[in-house]
């Protein structure tokens, strides 16, 4: 059960994000010359479910996570619009499985989904491309410098050939220097 926890605790870390098309949310509409500098990140947290089958047994359950220790930033430049993030933090994440659950820790230094890359905002939402894969954040709050984004987490990972498949939000704040 150990070596299951750990694989489900290494899926949801290994996520990538795409849009949940089914789901209504209205982003707020953020100048893109307001994003153009240096952000911190403040806060980090995720849930959402979890599912898979390993040994012929299906697997499913929850899981949340969230961030502490942060030394973290996001700079996105204009001319050419590109974002880079660089530090860490540590990711503390619980999964629950058949009424069981296991926390661990890990240190992050990207979070998926919103990575370095080409950046565009267009009403309230974040793409950011890389390496032709383009992913999107939502601005779901921005006021007085303070900038959070939704993620949709919606993907499919193998983990040492056990196929997760991970539903869930992932909701990060910036703070601007």
Request: a negative charge.
């Given at each position: 059960?150990?070596?299951?926890?750990?694989?489900?605790?290494?899926?949801?870390?290994?996520?990538?994000?795409?849009?949940?098309?089914?789901?209504?949310?209205?982003?707020?509409?953020?100048?893109?010359?307001?994003?153009?500098?240096?952000?911190?990140?403040?806060?980090?947290?995720?849930?959402?479910?979890?599912?898979?089958?390993?040994?012929?047994?299906?697997?499913?359950?929850?899981?949340?996570?969230?961030?502490?220790?942060?030394?973290?930033?996001?700079?996105?430049?204009?001319?050419?619009k590109k974002v880079t993030a660089?530090?860490?933090?540590?990711?503390?994440?619980?999964?629950?499985?058949?009424?069981?659950?296991?926390?661990?820790?890990?240190?992050?230094?990207?979070?998926?989904?919103?990575?370095?890359?080409?950046?565009?905002?267009?009403?309230?939402?974040?793409?950011?491309?890389?390496?032709?894969?383009?992913?999107?954040?939502?601005?779901?709050?921005?006021?007085?410098?303070?900038?959070?984004?939704?993620?949709?987490?919606?993907?499919?990972?193998?983990?040492?050939?056990?196929?997760?498949?991970?539903?869930?939000?992932?909701?990060?704040?910036?703070?601007?220097?």
């Amino acid at each position: 059960m150990k070596k299951l926890f750990y694989l489900l605790f290494v899926a949801v870390l290994a996520v990538s994000c795409s849009n949940n098309e089914n789901e209504v949310f209205t982003p707020i509409d953020i100048p893109e010359a307001d994003l153009v500098g240096t952000w911190d990140v403040t806060a980090f947290n995720s849930d959402g479910e979890i599912a898979g089958s390993a040994a012929g047994q299906t697997i499913a359950g929850s899981y949340n996570s969230y961030g502490k220790n942060f030394d973290f930033k996001y700079v996105f430049t204009d001319s050419p619009k590109k974002v880079t993030a660089s530090g860490s933090f540590t990711t503390v994440a619980t999964v629950k499985v058949n009424g069981q659950s296991q926390t661990t820790e890990q240190p992050t230094s990207l979070v998926e989904g919103l990575g370095n890359g080409d950046w565009k905002e267009d009403n309230g939402v974040i793409t950011i491309t890389s390496n032709g894969v383009s992913d999107k954040a939502y601005v779901k709050s921005y006021e007085n410098g303070v900038l959070v984004l939704k993620i949709d987490l919606n993907q499919s990972v193998d983990q040492q050939g056990v196929d997760f498949k991970i539903k869930g939000d992932l909701f990060i704040t910036l703070k601007k220097k």
